[in-house]
């Protein structure tokens, strides 16, 4: 690299630049791959565990390692030989995401009890990104086992990554469960960064870290090798700062490739193009919206409720329908003020607590059958290990009986699906067909609901698409911003439906912390 090009290469700013920037910044020789994966490295060293000590790299690749990757695909540039769109930019994944021997990582799903398993290989979406010239420089740490875990852990907290912190400032929330993946992506630890979603583990952290996230349509992406809570409706999906970083993260993700750049061009970036329902209610506007502070749970309401209209009049070519009815998706939220257990042999709480912890048995265990050189091969070895090692398994503020409550609930069900299981279960897919029902008898290509509301919750009945886009800022420094639900298979309308949003929304927040 020439000296002129080291002197561009700096002015490239890691915290603002956009996937698209880096690509660009490739493409026109001002920087190479291999100086891309030094910078990053340094930035995550100055501030991961030093200086602000925002913990959102659980684990970096053995540095020799992926500079001679990253060497390799230099050289592949040179020759004119491109794997993808991306090739040669680093990326985070979450540490839910099987990496094989090869990369030098671990995957523990932010466990001690993993450490030192070996999966049987890298998952099949760490291959094909690969395969596309794409860098894996490091996991990012997340909630604990995709919060599934136990009462008392904290959004972004982990054994093994300690707890991940917001950009925004201390006692401002990181949401969960991919909270590394959002924070890490904020921070400029990585060009852009992979999450994994149940119920609002991508476009949670997305929000509270002033980034894009888009969990895609059920099984759209490959989920073998990654840490499950349940099949039904766990997804990977791409977080970016812009949303051509979103499409084209997206298009390497699925086999076989989808260009949804395509989706960014005129007319699909046009506001005309789409119509709207407008989310509201009480479990659809944030009747609890945060103010972000954590001793302070509603204190945003008033200031959350004009930003939400402020964007629906710059959004207004767009709006066909406001209120768009969802009926019965008050089943979601109406028991949220419950705790969630068991309570003579019947299940007390939230309907969806129950199904995802019995479905969790069943597929937990199975991923870990899969692996080797550990003892830890059903969920009962991993509740014993902890209870034996709580020091390395729990907060030290937790209360240990209660800190898995979650694992021992899934162990209580053995999988079985009963009665209640398949009432909630139906309860469930009522909500998925009404949310269906409504845009169709409307004719609308999707919903938008402010963010802190529950539409992951009416996501996830249906395995729909949901993305997230924060474009303002709380007094506090909250991030605040919308969230689009739309029908199975359609990203390619909630990318274009961003696009054109992009077009008259103010820019995401970033933090003065990092910049």
């Not at 340094?42 to 390692?65: K, S």
């Not at 979450?94 to 466990?111: H, N, R, S, Y």
Request: aromatic share 8%; hydrophobic share 40%.
């Amino acid at each position: 690299m020439t000296t002129d090009s080291l002197q561009r290469d700096v002015e490239l700013d890691l915290v603002r630049a956009t996937l698209q920037d880096v690509g660009r910044a490739l493409e026109e020789g001002q920087v190479t791959s291999e100086a891309l994966v030094k910078r990053y490295l340094a930035r995550i060293e100055a501030d991961n565990i030093n200086g602000l000590g925002l913990r959102a790299v659980i684990e970096t690749a053995p540095r020799d390692n992926v500079l001679a990757i990253a060497k390799q695909l230099d050289e592949e540039r040179a020759a004119g030989k491109l794997r993808g769109q991306l090739h040669g930019i680093p990326i985070l994944i979450k540490d839910a995401i099987a990496t094989g021997p090869e990369l030098g990582m671990q995957t523990t799903g932010g466990t001690f009890a993993l450490m030192g398993s070996v999966v049987p290989a890298s998952a099949p979406l760490v291959q094909t990104l690969m395969s596309r010239g794409i860098i894996i420089l490091g996991k990012a740490n997340m909630t604990v086992l995709n919060n599934m875990y136990g009462e008392g852990i904290e959004n972004g907290w982990s054994p093994r990554g300690g707890q991940t912190l917001s950009v925004f400032g201390s006692g401002h929330n990181t949401g969960g469960s991919s909270s590394g993946s959002g924070v890490g992506l904020a921070a400029g630890f990585a060009a852009a960064t992979i999450g994994c979603e149940t119920m609002g583990s991508i476009t949670s952290p997305g929000l509270h870290s002033g980034t894009y996230g888009l969990k895609p349509t059920l099984k759209l992406v490959d989920g073998r090798g990654i840490i499950p809570i349940t099949s039904r409706q766990d997804c990977a999906g791409p977080m970016g700062k812009s949303v051509w970083d979103l499409a084209t993260l997206l298009s390497s993700m699925v086999v076989p490739h989808t260009d949804y750049t395509q989706y960014l061009a005129s007319p699909n970036n046009s506001l005309s193009s789409y119509r709207l329902g407008v989310a509201r209610g009480p479990g659809f506007f944030p009747f609890s919206y945060s103010s972000g502070l954590k001793d302070d749970p509603h204190a945003g309401y008033p200031e959350s409720e004009a930003l939400f209209d402020d964007a629906l009049r710059l959004l207004a070519p767009a709006i066909a329908l406001d209120p768009a009815e969802i009926p019965g998706s008050e089943t979601i939220w109406e028991r949220d003020d419950e705790q969630s257990c068991f309570e003579n042999g019947k299940w007390k709480g939230r309907r969806e607590v129950l199904l995802m912890v019995t479905d969790m048995y069943e597929d937990f265990n199975t991923y870990l059958a899969g692996l080797r050189n550990t003892s830890i091969r059903t969920l009962e070895d991993l509740v014993g290990w902890n209870k034996l090692h709580p020091d390395q398994a729990f907060p030290s503020a937790a209360d240990p009986s209660t800190a898995q409550m979650f694992l021992e609930y899934a162990v209580q069900t053995q999988g079985i699906k009963g009665e209640e299981y398949k009432a909630f279960l139906e309860i469930g897919n009522a909500v998925a067909k009404s949310f269906v029902d409504t845009l169709d008898k409307h004719n609308l290509d999707a919903i938008v609901f402010p963010t802190w509301s529950w539409a992951p919750g009416v996501a996830s009945t249906g395995g729909f698409p949901i993305s997230v886009m924060p474009f303002a800022q709380l007094e506090s420094g909250e991030p605040f911003g919308l969230m689009f639900v739309a029908r199975r298979g359609d990203e390619g309308k909630l990318i274009g439906l961003m696009a054109a949003c992009e077009k008259v929304l103010p820019a995401r927040p970033i933090s003065k912390l990092v910049q």
